[in-house]
């Protein structure tokens, strides 16, 4: 069974449009994260949940907005899409965020590659 | 990223020793963890070490954290093709803090 799976695994899209990417994960873990990796292949959190609660919003614009309908759950939604959104999306989950500066293994979806035209 | 630094790139033989390098500014980082992201896929995690170790071993890969300089390594011993993939090295102390990635080349 797939730990943390992300859908659609491939997007093609046209400038403009509004898309949404989902994620869940049957780990039962309390945190999920969303991630950007761009063609250089370097890797940046745009956002956090922990309990459906956002936790970390790194600087991304507005038009990215995660949803947490519960806490399995973590869907991205991008409204106006640009050519500069065109990367790799990861999902990732962990038991907790390990605040307190604890142990915090995260676990990776396979990626959604967003290609905007 | 920018905290984080890695070189881009590293070819090995089939058989040698690689060792894929990290410096970080973060001294307070409490984990530090090394993950593996192979053509296509996500990341999946190789190893980690607690910040008070300065090694750690699990099988073919040996973890080296040097916290005077800031300087993390990872050994690959008889790095075999599948090994081929790129490397993160990433800090952890309120969040995982991800360098750019290590591109590991392995050729026969």
């Known amino acids: 069974d797939t730990a943390v799976s992300q859908t659609p695994k491939y997007l093609v899209t046209q400038m403009g449009n509004d898309k949404s990417i989902k994620c869940e994960q049957n780990?039962?873990?309390?945190?999920m994260y969303w991630y950007k990796q761009d063609s250089k292949k370097f890797l940046k959190i745009m956002f956090s949940?922990?309990?459906?609660?956002?936790?970390i919003n790194e600087t991304v614009p507005n038009r990215f907005s995660p949803k947490s309908p519960d806490k399995a759950h973590l869907n991205l939604h991008i409204n106006s899409l640009e050519l500069g959104d065109s990367a790799v999306y990861f999902c990732?989950?962990?038991?907790?965020?390990?605040?307190?500066?604890?142990?915090?293994?995260?676990?990776f979806g396979p990626g959604t590659r967003l290609l905007v035209l | 990223g920018e905290d984080v630094e890695q070189s881009l790139f590293l070819s090995v033989r089939e058989g040698d020793s690689s060792v894929i390098n990290c410096t970080y500014t973060?001294?307070?980082?409490?984990?530090l963890y090394w993950y593996k992201q192979e053509p296509g896929a996500g990341l999946q995690l190789l190893t980690y070490?607690?910040?008070?170790?300065d090694m750690k071993q699990d099988q073919r890969l040996t973890v080296l954290l040097n916290k005077k300089d800031k300087h993390l390594s990872l050994r690959i011993a008889d790095t075999q093709t599948g090994d081929s993939a790129i490397y993160f090295c990433?800090?952890?102390?309120?969040?995982?803090?991800f360098g750019k990635g290590t591109s590991l080349l392995v050729t026969p």
């Open positions: 990732a989950s962990s038991q907790d965020m390990g605040l307190a500066g604890g142990e915090e293994t995260q676990y």
């Open positions: 780990l039962g873990h309390d945190t």
């Open positions: 949940y922990n309990n459906k609660e956002l936790i």
């Open positions: 973060d001294s307070s980082s409490t984990y």
């Open positions: 070490i607690f910040s008070n170790m």
């Open positions: 990433a800090p952890k102390r309120y969040a995982l803090n």
